[in-house]
Structure formats: structure tokens, C-alpha cells
């Protein structure tokens, strides 16, 4: 059963406003993450949801930390502000951290958050970055990476690929020398996530190009 800390156990402070929304019109989830410190508190960022950035309650309907506690934020059935013209359509989801703070943990609880989510919704409902509808790099390159290769978790069946394999297995088509930072990043993050070691700064070099090339021969896939 997907536990879910309440808001009257993390101290939130009540809404100002409440807009309530369908399964019907939900069509998407969007992973975050909080871009600071992973020992943030869902407090502090109700605090500065509300009070620096003038909004009405914590952003997200549910936040994640590094050891996989779920905590409640707006809830199911309440509109987020998690992303800008997409709040009604979809869920937002925050892992307090930022890159590199991923875990096995922090990824399970956000699987089981969407797993309940389309369960509830009796529908597939899309899997989002929070980049791949605003200009923003979160929710970091690996996090994301993962996002897209279906939020695969450990202890899930034990004959199918790691999602590192998916992930190598649908890399973008491009080249040394590619001008695509955000595809370049991506690569980049999977590369690391399997211990190349190259740097993530979006540029396609002659390190990214080797890593890439040894990943793909690892994995069976098309150079």
C-alpha cells in the first residue's frame, strides 16, 4: 500500500486557494526536481512556494525525498503550479535535490506515485520531464534520463533491461559535433549513470563520442 505522509504531519500551512480538477481532464506527470539542498524540508518549500514566489500553496501535488518518503502536497484532485500552462493537464512531482541526488529509493517512490496515479485516473497518463514543456534543465540530466526510459525500478522483473540499456538502446541520432545541448546532456547523463565519467556540459567531444561508442557495443546497440 503507497504510504503517503499527510500534510498535517510535515506542518504545511493551509492553501489560500483550492481549484479542484477531474481525472478527465488529467492526460499527463511531470517529475521535478527542487534544484537545492537534498536536506530541504516540504516545509521550506511550501515557504518559498508562498511566500517569495507569491503562490497560493506548495507547488506540487506530492514531493519525494532521497530515502523514498512521499509527502502530500496539493494532493490528487487539486491543481498544481508545478508548470506553466500544464498545471490542470498533469501532475507535478518533486524530488527534493538536485542532480546527482537521485536514488533507487527516490525513484521507487516516484514509479509507485505514478503507477497510483494511473490507477486512479483508469488511464496511461504521459510521462513528462519538467523540461520537455518549459526552458529548464530540471529535473537534471540522469533523473530525466530515467523519466525516459519508463521509470524502471530496482526489484521490478528481473529478465527485463536495466534502464540504462533502454535508454542507450533510443540515444538521438546525432553525431561529434553536435550543436543539441539538451540531447548532448542527456547522452551525457547516461554515460555517467554507468560510470564513463565524462563531464555534462552538453558538448559532444571526442571523450562523449568514445563513451558513447564503448555503451553502445556493451549494450548491442547501433552506432
Known amino acids: 500500500m503507497l504510504h503517503i505522509i499527510p500534510r498535517s504531519e510535515w506542518g504545511a500551512v493551509a492553501p489560500t486557494k483550492i481549484i479542484e480538477v477531474g481525472w478527465d481532464r488529467r492526460i499527463g506527470f511531470v517529475t521535478h526536481y527542487s534544484g537545492a539542498l ?49 498545471n490542470m493537464a498533469t501532475l507535478g512531482v518533486c524530488m527534493i535535490g538536485q542532480e546527482g ?26 510521462n513528462y520531464c519538467h ?10 540530466d540522469a533523473l530525466c534520463a530515467w523519466v525516459k526510459a519508463g521509470m524502471p525500478v530496482v526489484g521490478g522483473d528481473p529478465t527485463a533491461p536495466n534502464w540504462t540499456e533502454k535508454a542507450v538502446n ?13 540531447r548532448v546532456k542527456i547522452i551525457q547523463g547516461i554515460l555517467n549513470a554507468r560510470g564513463f565519467g565524462v563531464t555534462v556540459d552538453g558538448e559532444f567531444g571526442r571523450n562523449t563520442e568514445y563513451a558513447t561508442k564503448r555503451l553502445q557495443e556493451r549494450f548491442g546497440a547501433e552506432a
Open 131 to 140: 523540461r520537455d514543456l518549459r526552458d529548464t534543465t530540471c529535473p537534471g
Open 170 to 182: 533510443v540515444l538521438p541520432t546525432i553525431k561529434r559535433g553536435s550543436t543539441d545541448k539538451v
Open 38 to 86: 537534498k536536506t530541504q524540508t516540504v516545509r521550506s518549500i511550501q515557504y518559498y512556494c508562498m511566500v517569495v514566489k507569491g503562490h497560493s500553496d506548495i507547488d506540487y501535488n506530492f514531493i519525494v525525498d532521497v530515502d523514498g518518503h512521499i509527502y502530500e502536497g496539493r494532493g490528487w484532485n487539486h491543481v498544481g503550479s508545478h508548470c506553466l500552462n500544464y
Open 101 to 126: 541526488d537521485e536514488t533507487p529509493a527516490a525513484k521507487r517512490a516516484i514509479r509507485a506515485l505514478y503507477d497510483e496515479a494511473n490507477r486512479r485516473a483508469e488511464k496511461t497518463l504521459k
